[in-house]
């Protein structure tokens, strides 16, 4: 798996006058992300990464309250809205038998049910009823647009990490 890292959450506001930040979470259980000592924050916008140490925090109506170091005011918190909260995969628990991280999906070959290459799983996105899987083609010469493929049972037949394989039951023209 190796030791990149993994979106937990992003920035959404300041939150008081001492440094304090409001934190979106990306996990199932909000509070979950309390749990990480240590956080990247990342810009998306020019790539940089940041470290912080976790010092406090609570939940507080779905959203997290935390403090981190070498943050003192609200014009230092400020500066980092939207940036993206990440941290180690390999700090991440084990997802279990027949459990995976959507991140764990990245980069898999996508094959349906007639041995058809659809293409590799370039993202997995919330959108409320289910996560979407955002496959694109596998090279760029290839003329096919990125194909949407809900991640429900009905269409996911088997998983394959170890073979960078996830086999599903759906057609190119979907």
């Given at each position: 798996m190796?030791?990149?890292?993994v979106v937990?959450?992003k920035?959404a506001a300041?939150?008081?006058?001492r440094?304090?930040?409001k934190?979106q979470?990306?996990?199932?259980?909000?509070d979950?992300?309390?749990?990480?000592p240590?956080?990247?924050l990342r810009?998306?916008?020019n790539?940089?990464?940041i470290?912080?140490?976790?010092l406090e925090?609570r939940?507080?109506?779905?959203?997290?309250?935390?403090?981190?170091?070498?943050?003192g005011?609200?014009e230092?918190?400020?500066a980092?809205?939207?940036?993206l909260?990440?941290?180690p995969?390999?700090?991440?628990?084990?997802?279990?038998?027949?459990?995976?991280?959507?991140t764990?999906?990245?980069?898999?070959?996508?094959?349906?049910r007639?041995?058809?290459?659809?293409?590799?799983?370039d993202d997995?996105?919330?959108?409320?009823?289910?996560p979407v899987?955002?496959v694109r083609?596998e090279?760029?010469?290839d003329?096919?647009?990125?194909i949407l493929?809900?991640?429900v049972d009905a269409?996911?037949?088997?998983?394959?990490?170890?073979?960078?394989?996830l086999?599903?039951?759906w057609?190119?023209d979907?």
């Amino acid at each position: 798996m190796g030791s990149r890292n993994v979106v937990m959450g992003k920035i959404a506001a300041s939150y008081g006058v001492r440094g304090w930040l409001k934190v979106q979470p990306f996990t199932a259980a909000p509070d979950s992300l309390l749990r990480y000592p240590q956080w990247t924050l990342r810009n998306e916008r020019n790539g940089r990464e940041i470290d912080y140490r976790l010092l406090e925090g609570r939940e507080h109506g779905g959203f997290l309250t935390v403090l981190l170091s070498n943050i003192g005011s609200r014009e230092d918190a400020a500066a980092l809205r939207g940036w993206l909260i990440t941290v180690p995969r390999d700090a991440l628990p084990d997802s279990g038998e027949n459990n995976v991280y959507f991140t764990d999906l990245i980069g898999l070959r996508v094959i349906n049910r007639e041995n058809t290459t659809l293409g590799i799983i370039d993202d997995v996105r919330e959108y409320g009823a289910q996560p979407v899987l955002h496959v694109r083609p596998e090279t760029a010469a290839d003329a096919r647009k990125e194909i949407l493929i809900p991640y429900v049972d009905a269409y996911i037949d088997k998983i394959a990490l170890d073979d960078g394989i996830l086999c599903v039951d759906w057609q190119p023209d979907y």
